[in-house]
C-alpha cells in the first residue's frame, strides 16, 4: 500500500491540466480533488475522466481577513481547499499540486523526500534565496508529512478566521507564511539554520513534461521553467 496521496487543489472544469495527469498520478497512490461545490454543478464539470478518483469540495469562502482581501490574493481560497482535502488524507505524506498544473513523474520530489522525511520538498516556482526573500518557497508542488500541513493549514486559518495576522514576521507574503507555519508544525525554530535544513527545492525541470502556471501574470510554463530568481536547487538557497 502506498505512503502517498495526492492531493489536486483548485477549480475543476475542463480544460484543466490536471485531468490529463490523473491516471499516472493513480500509481503514486491515491488521488483526491479538493475543489469548489460550484464546479460540481458546472457544464464542463469532467465526470467521466474522475471515475475512481476522490472528489471532495467546499462552497467558495467568504475572505474573512481584510489585509488578505486588499492584497486580492487568491492564498486563503488555497487554503480552505487544501484543508478540506488533507482531512481526507490517511496517508502519512502527501504530494501536493493544483488543479491547472500537470506533471508527467514526481520521482524527482519523492527521491529527495525520502532522504530526509521531516523535511518539506517542493518545487522551484518560485522559490527564492533565503538572502534575497526570507521563508519564500514554492508551493505549487510539494511533498511532506500529511501531519504537518494538516497543522500549519490549521493554524493559518485560526488567524484568518479571526481577520487577524498570524503572530511571525514575513507574514505579509503568501508562500513566506504557509513555509513559516510549517516549520512551526514541525517543532523547529524560525531561522536560516532550520530553513536550509527543512525546506529541500528541486528543479521541476528535472520532471521532464510538465506544465505550471504563473496564474496572476497569465503565464504557462510547459516542459521548461526558467526560475526569474535563479533558484533551482536547494544550493541555490
Known amino acids: 500500500m502506498s505512503k502517498y496521496t495526492v492531493l489536486i487543489q483548485g477549480p475543476l472544469k475542463e480544460p484543466s491540466p490536471s ?44 475572505i474573512p481577513c481584510q489585509y488578505l482581501r486588499n492584497q486580492g490574493t487568491t492564498f486563503y481560497y488555497a487554503l480552505r481547499t487544501m484543508y478540506n482535502g488533507v482531512l481526507q488524507v490517511t496517508t502519512p ?22 532522504k530526509q522525511k521531516k523535511s518539506l520538498v517542493c518545487g522551484n516556482i518560485f522559490a527564492r534565496a533565503f538572502s534575497d526573500f526570507p521563508y519564500h518557497i514554492g508551493d505549487h508542488i510539494f511533498v511532506i508529512k500529511t501531519i504537518y500541513l494538516k497543522k500549519a493549514l ?3 486559518l485560526s488567524y484568518y478566521d479571526k481577520d487577524q495576522l498570524p ?7 503568501a508562500e513566506r507564511s504557509l513555509c513559516l507555519a510549517i516549520m ?34 497569465d503565464i504557462t510554463y510547459e516542459n521548461e521553467f526558467e526560475n526569474h530568481h535563479d533558484v533551482y536547487t536547494s544550493e541555490d538557497l
Open 93 to 114: 505524506y502527501l504530494i501536493k499540486t493544483r488543479s491547472d498544473e500537470s506533471w508527467s513523474d514526481f520521482s524527482p520530489f519523492i527521491n529527495e523526500f525520502k
Open 154 to 156: 490549521e493554524y493559518l
Open 184 to 217: 512551526r508544525a514541525m517543532g523547529v525554530n524560525h531561522d536560516r539554520e532550520n530553513f536550509l535544513r527543512k525546506v529541500k527545492i528541486v528543479d521541476i525541470n528535472k520532471v521532464g513534461k510538465f506544465i505550471a502556471r504563473w496564474a496572476k501574470k
Open 19 to 62: 485531468l490529463e495527469a490523473i491516471e499516472g498520478y493513480k500509481k503514486y497512490g491515491e488521488v483526491i480533488i479538493s475543489t469548489y461545490t460550484s464546479d460540481l454543478f458546472h457544464e464542463n464539470f469532467p465526470r467521466e475522466k474522475l471515475k475512481g478518483t476522490k472528489v471532495v469540495s467546499i462552497d467558495l469562502p467568504e
Open 167 to 173: 503572530p511571525f514576521e514575513h507574514s505579509d507574503v
